[in-house]
């Protein structure tokens, strides 16, 4: 079959190299892709709000399966878009939901709501507009800190500030609903109760009936070690967790997935591929963060190598509605991300930079995001410019391999945080220095 993919980033690049691995593949397209997702497919430029272009590629390449990476399409209707399409209706299945279901990303406050509605889990919370910022700031002085603050809309993974104190607190408020410091995204702001525990990722993979749990992952969100300086897109992951065992994720599984799904459900809403549950351990209990309607980046670099089933067979059980007969195999091993970035991130930062030593990388996989291909060179072009891969036997030894793997690759103003997974076992710092040359 023949598969487009939509994005570009680290995500989309280990998507594409497993896609890559199927034997139901006949041609991947990627849109618009990276220099690294041209070893596994082509690379296309596509106007996804040109619907009539957009039918016509989709037609001419005799596309079977559009898999949507990031969220911002799927918010905006694309799965929507194609399945009213007269010609492309019953022939093309996405991958993402359709914009009712994005909602549960889209917007927190009608996420938070739904978990109320259907008894998963979550933080207690109040949602507030930009005309009720005197009401918003009454309610942090009623409240003890830390402070929960979060912008209801699209902020590209960076629209939650947790203030250590009430003065903070009053001044985030007052920047997302006075000075409109996320636009859009901030116009509504949610305000929760803090949770004290361990966070990770969970994901599962539905065809709106069935679903299949994914392996889960830690992320690094902050760029710091030690958890320090400002949120990111995300520094790194770990997968699977240590803290999260069996009897955990048994919990997930009945708390949270199956009313999940079986919420949207019995609300009428249509919700077919990833669903990524951002959950706090507290005490051994989950609960709910928050809903990202697809994979997360980098955890999806951590968990996809571990996948060992046929992705586009998963994809196919969606098409079918067959996903309840489909079988995911994990590998037990663990693997450890850790994402290098430009000098500056997630501030502002320099693009063409030189990137060397990716030749000189064999235990690990290298997924690149933020990249460009300028007179035959490879250069950085994002804040996050790649994130290497590395197995290990156990914890340990994958936050091992990983380094000496970073260690490289070089890039001037490279940046990256030392202590990824480090949390979870004790190993020694892997510091930043000039890379290791094999």
């Given at each position: 079959?023949?598969?487009?993919?939509?994005?570009?980033?680290?995500?989309?690049?280990?998507?594409a190299?497993?896609?890559?691995?199927?034997?139901?593949?006949?041609?991947?397209?990627?849109?618009?892709?990276?220099?690294?997702?041209?070893?596994?497919?082509?690379?296309?430029?596509?106007?996804?709000?040109?619907?009539?272009?957009?039918?016509?590629?989709?037609?001419?390449?005799?596309?079977?399966?559009?898999?949507?990476?990031?969220?911002?399409?799927?918010?905006?209707?694309?799965?929507?878009?194609?399945?009213?399409?007269?010609?492309?209706?019953?022939?093309?299945?996405?991958?993402?939901?359709?914009?009712?279901?994005?909602?549960?990303?889209?917007?927190?406050?009608?996420?938070?709501?739904?978990?109320?509605?259907?008894?998963?889990?979550?933080?207690?919370?109040?949602?507030?507009?930009?005309?009720?910022?005197?009401?918003?700031?009454?309610?942090?002085?009623?409240?003890?800190?830390?402070?929960?603050?979060?912008?209801?809309g699209?902020?590209?993974?960076?629209?939650?500030?947790?203030?250590?104190?009430?003065?903070?607190?009053?001044?985030?408020?007052?920047?997302?609903?006075?000075s409109?410091?996320f636009?859009?995204?901030?116009?509504?702001?949610?305000?929760?109760?803090?949770?004290?525990?361990?966070?990770?990722?969970?994901?599962?993979?539905?065809?709106?009936?069935?679903?299949?749990?994914l392996?889960?992952?830690?992320?690094?969100?902050?760029?710091?070690?030690?958890?320090?300086?400002?949120?990111?897109?995300?520094?790194?992951?770990?997968?699977?967790?240590?803290?999260?065992?069996k009897e955990?994720?048994?919990?997930v599984?009945?708390?949270?997935?199956?009313?999940?799904?079986?919420?949207?459900?019995?609300?009428?809403?249509?919700?077919?591929?990833?669903?990524?549950?951002?959950?706090?351990?507290?005490?051994?209990?989950?609960?709910?963060?928050?809903?990202?309607?697809?994979?997360?980046?980098?955890?999806?670099?951590?968990?996809?190598?571990?996948?060992?089933?046929d992705?586009?067979?998963?994809?196919?059980?969606?098409?079918?509605?067959t996903?309840?007969?489909?079988?995911?195999?994990?590998?037990?091993?663990?693997?450890?991300?850790?994402?290098?970035?430009?000098?500056?991130?997630?501030?502002?930062?320099?693009?063409?930079?030189?990137?060397?030593?990716?030749?000189?990388?064999?235990?690990?996989?290298?997924?690149?995001?933020?990249?460009?291909?300028?007179?035959?060179?490879?250069?950085?072009?994002?804040?996050?410019?790649?994130?290497?891969?590395?197995?290990?036997?156990?914890?340990?030894?994958?936050?091992?391999?990983?380094?000496?793997?970073?260690?490289?690759?070089?890039?001037?103003?490279?940046?990256?945080?030392?202590?990824?997974?480090?949390?979870?076992?004790?190993?020694?710092?892997?510091?930043?220095?000039?890379?290791?040359?094999?």
């Amino acid at each position: 079959m023949n598969v487009l993919l939509i994005g570009g980033g680290g995500r989309e690049h280990a998507l594409a190299w497993k896609i890559a691995q199927s034997s139901l593949l006949d041609e991947l397209y990627v849109s618009p892709g990276n220099p690294g997702t041209v070893r596994h497919g082509r690379n296309v430029e596509l106007d996804l709000k040109d619907q009539k272009a957009l039918r016509r590629f989709l037609l001419e390449k005799r596309i079977r399966i559009v898999v949507v990476g990031p969220e911002t399409p799927l918010v905006e209707g694309l799965h929507d878009r194609i399945a009213a399409d007269p010609e492309l209706a019953g022939h093309v299945t996405v991958i993402g939901p359709k914009q009712a279901g994005a909602r549960l990303e889209g917007s927190k406050e009608f996420a938070k709501e739904f978990m109320f509605r259907h008894n998963i889990p979550t933080a207690t919370f109040r949602a507030f507009g930009k005309d009720q910022l005197k009401e918003a700031i009454e309610h942090v002085e009623r409240m003890a800190p830390p402070y929960v603050i979060k912008a209801d809309g699209l902020a590209q993974g960076k629209g939650v500030v947790i203030a250590a104190d009430q003065k903070e607190a009053v001044r985030t408020l007052k920047d997302m609903l006075g000075s409109g410091r996320f636009g859009a995204a901030g116009e509504r702001v949610v305000i929760e109760q803090f949770l004290e525990g361990i966070e990770l990722s969970a994901f599962l993979i539905t065809d709106g009936e069935a679903f299949k749990m994914l392996p889960a992952a830690k992320d690094y969100k902050r760029i710091g070690d030690g958890d320090t300086g400002p949120n990111t897109g995300g520094m790194g992951a770990v997968s699977p967790v240590p803290f999260a065992d069996k009897e955990f994720m048994q919990k997930v599984h009945d708390r949270v997935a199956a009313p999940t799904i079986r919420g949207l459900r019995e609300e009428g809403i249509p919700y077919q591929g990833f669903l990524f549950m951002g959950l706090m351990n507290v005490n051994g209990e989950p609960y709910v963060i928050e809903y990202n309607v697809r994979l997360g980046d980098p955890e999806t670099e951590a968990i996809l190598p571990r996948l060992r089933s046929d992705l586009l067979d998963l994809f196919e059980g969606i098409s079918s509605g067959t996903l309840s007969e489909r079988h995911v195999d994990v590998d037990d091993r663990t693997c450890a991300t850790v994402v290098l970035a430009s000098e500056g991130y997630p501030g502002t930062y320099e693009k063409g930079r030189a990137i060397l030593g990716l030749d000189q990388v064999r235990e690990a996989h290298v997924f690149q995001a933020g990249t460009a291909e300028k007179g035959g060179a490879l250069v950085t072009e994002g804040g996050r410019v790649l994130a290497v891969t590395a197995f290990g036997k156990d914890t340990e030894q994958a936050i091992m391999q990983v380094y000496r793997s970073v260690m490289l690759i070089d890039f001037e103003g490279k940046q990256y945080r030392s202590d990824i997974g480090h949390d979870l076992v004790r190993v020694p710092a892997v510091r930043p220095g000039a890379p290791q040359q094999a």
